[in-house]
């Protein structure tokens, strides 16, 4: 038995804009947040610039996933 659904590309909410995007458009991707219980929370890259807590988070973020990032 095959089951042919496939998934649609993932949409992520970005909590700067309120803005969906393309996961290939969202800087960030928060795994631990979901918008309506279902939609990725992120941030797209002008709402990371404009907003210094999403730098902030952005930071973090990338810190945890690069090991041996030098900062
Ligand atoms: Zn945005």
Not at 36 to 48: E, F, K, V, W
């Amino acid at each position: 038995m095959k089951t042919d659904m496939r998934q649609t590309e993932q949409a992520i909410y970005c909590i700067g804009c309120g803005q969906m995007l393309d996961e290939e458009h969202s800087m960030l991707h928060f795994r631990t947040g979901f918008y309506y219980g279902r939609i990725p929370l992120g941030a797209c890259q002008p709402c990371i610039a404009a907003y210094t807590p999403l730098q902030m988070l952005w930071r973090a973020v990338m810190s945890e996933t690069a090991y041996g990032y030098p900062n």
